[in-house]
């Protein structure tokens, strides 16, 4: 049963920090490029952050650029992300989802943008707030 689940959310101040894991079971995730995705209240979802199967390409929503940073251990088969300088605003479901690249796509950065239906894993969401 192929599954990714996110863990790691909860209550913070602003100005904390907290790192969440996407990790992979039934599936490796060594040819998969994985996105974090969130959804605020009221909001629709957007994309976070997405990285490479090989880890070394990523890209960032600007409204956390400088403040997130996303990460990969595939001998771990778990996907990272470190998020610093907490605000209101980053208040949301966090969802990890998981693409498959072909051959020669180990370095392709999968764009924000992708439709969901694109990917072909998801994970069931962890609640990160954001509150004082």
């Known amino acids: 049963q192929p599954q990714l689940v996110e863990s790691g959310g909860g209550l913070v101040q602003p100005g904390g920090s907290l790192r969440l894991s996407c990790a992979a079971s039934?599936?490796?995730?060594?040819?998969?490029?994985v996105g974090w995705f969130r959804q605020g209240p009221g909001k629709e979802r957007e994309g976070v952050s997405c990285?490479?199967?090989?880890?070394?390409?990523?890209n960032y929503a600007d409204s956390v650029k400088g403040r997130f940073t996303i990460s990969r251990d595939n001998a771990k088969n778990t996907v990272y992300l470190q998020m610093n300088s907490l605000k209101p605003e980053d208040t949301a479901v966090y969802y990890c989802?998981?693409?498959?690249?072909?051959?020669?796509?180990?370095?392709?950065?999968?764009?924000?943008?992708?439709?969901?239906?694109?990917?072909?894993?998801w994970g069931q969401g962890t609640q990160v707030t954001v509150s004082s």
């Open positions: 989802a998981a693409a498959v690249l072909g051959p020669g796509q180990e370095h392709a950065i999968v764009a924000l943008s992708t439709p969901i239906d694109e990917f072909d894993y």
């Open positions: 039934g599936f490796t995730l060594d040819y998969y490029a």
């Open positions: 990285i490479s199967s090989s880890g070394a390409s990523t």
